[in-house]
Nanobody, 124 residues
């Protein structure tokens, strides 16, 4: 049974930083690409960042590029999202997801397994 578990969310002031963690078990982690999505209240879930199986290719939404960094450790079965210079508009539930070799990175439908999400709130 595949499990995807996010942690690290919380309340932070504008300009602050948070580092989200995602622990994956139940499949061969190094065979899967990983992504982060977020959903703000009243809005659709949106792509944030993704990383390929080896970690040498990363993808970012325009809204977070230069502020967020995704990385992974295939020995620890972990992926992280370092979020710097946070803004109130970054407030959302953040989800971690894994995908096999389906083409694409920014679409929810290409991801196979999802976590339950972790809340990030940025106060102004």
């Amino acid at each position: 049974q595949v499990q995807v578990v996010e942690s690290g969310g919380g309340l932070v002031q504008t300009g602050g930083s948070l580092r989200l963690s995602c622990a994956v078990s139940g499949h061969t982690f190094s065979n899967y690409g990983m992504g982060w999505f977020r959903q703000a209240p009243g809005k659709a879930r949106e792509f944030v960042a993704a990383i390929n199986w080896s970690g040498d290719s990363t993808y970012y939404a325009d809204s977070v590029r230069g502020r967020f960094t995704i990385d992974r450790d295939n020995y620890k079965n972990m992926v992280w999202l370092q979020m710097n210079s946070l803004k109130p508009e970054d407030t959302a539930v953040y989800y971690c997801a894994s995908k096999r070799n389906t083409p694409g990175w920014r679409e929810e439908v290409v991801y196979n397994y999802w976590g339950q999400g972790t809340q990030v709130t940025v106060s102004s």
